[in-house]
């Protein structure tokens, strides 16, 4: 008896143990990036070089607008560091995106006959996963085009548009909105549409294109897409199981809760995410890895 009650408490006290040590292993996204930003300062290309800090690349504790932006796309910020990270989660113009994007080195790749432009370490791993699904007899099969991949400032601005002014005369025409309001609604900056298309979404006018969801999960606000950096892929075969277990058998994984079409390249293996500060949401067969705030 004493034996198997000696037993017993082992194995309660090493699976305690295992607990807190994956307790401890699991880091919110701004202890990381703070960590690596200590560890691998990033510098801006100008005479001016300095090093940045969290809130030099995303002012999340103060502003309204950088807080959403980190939560619904800060899982970027913990790829792999053979990845360039951006300088700031909102670029502003389109100089900044294209400063940003001179930086990097980039490759392209014909997959499914759409040539598809991402950093080096991305198209290599997509690569890998293309010959993978091939001797499988599968396809991996981009969505709308080239800018599955790549994408400019002004790229966010036509998507974010596309979006934006048909929920807006959707809801116009339905009588949610009044005409005075919409009208005010499309000389906003776009920081400000933000807040009132949060405020417009909080009442249940969602303005993605089903008009059951929100327009996040849609499309990013103009300067804030992960697609300006270059790490992220648009799928239209995302539903098949197989092609979602070979993209992430090659460090690409759905980031962003409700848009499954989306996969980021993170580099590394789902068990190192939540030391990266992200955690995971299931959405039924679909496992979003999201910043953990």
């Known amino acids: 008896m004493f034996q198997r009650a000696i037993s017993r408490f082992l194995a309660v006290f090493f699976l305690a143990a295992g607990s807190i040590c994956a307790q401890a292993n699991e880091l919110t996204l701004p202890e990381y990036l703070s960590d690596r930003l200590a560890k691998d300062p990033i510098t801006i290309g100008t005479a001016n070089k300095k090093s940045l800090t969290l809130e030099d690349i995303c002012a999340f504790r103060t502003d309204p607008y950088a807080r959403r932006v980190f939560a619904e796309y800060g899982s970027m910020f913990a790829a792999v560091s053979t990845v360039s990270i951006p300088w700031r989660c909102i670029f502003e113009n389109s100089d900044d995106v294209a400063n940003f994007q001179k930086t990097l080195k980039t490759r392209s790749l014909s997959v499914d006959g759409v040539a598809i432009d991402l950093q080096e370490p991305a198209i290599n791993s997509l690569e890998k996963a293309l010959e993978q699904a091939a001797a499988e007899n599968l396809r991996i099969i981009p969505l709308d085009g ?15 548009g596309s979006r934006f002014y048909p929920a807006l005369d959707y809801w116009t025409k339905a009588g949610k909105i009044t005409p005075e309001d919409a ?30 969801r929100s327009i996040f999960s849609s499309t990013a606000p103009p300067g804030t897409s992960q697609h300006l950096s270059l790490i992220a892929l648009d799928l239209s075969n995302y539903s098949d199981d197989r092609v979602r277990e070979i993209m992430a058998a090659n460090g690409w994984y759905q980031t962003i809760i409700n848009d499954p079409t989306h996969f980021t390249y993170l580099g590394v293996s789902e068990s190192e995410l939540p030391s990266r500060g992200l955690m995971l949401t299931q959405q039924g067969a679909f496992r979003f890895w999201v910043p953990r705030l």
Do not use: H, P
């Open 183 to 212: 009208q005010a609604a499309r000389s906003m900056l776009i920081r400000n549409q933000v807040f009132k298309i949060v405020e417009w979404e909080s009442a249940g006018y969602y303005f993605g294109t089903s008009r059951t």
């Open 146 to 160: 080239a800018i599955a991949g790549r994408r400019s400032y002004f790229d966010t601005i036509a998507l974010w």
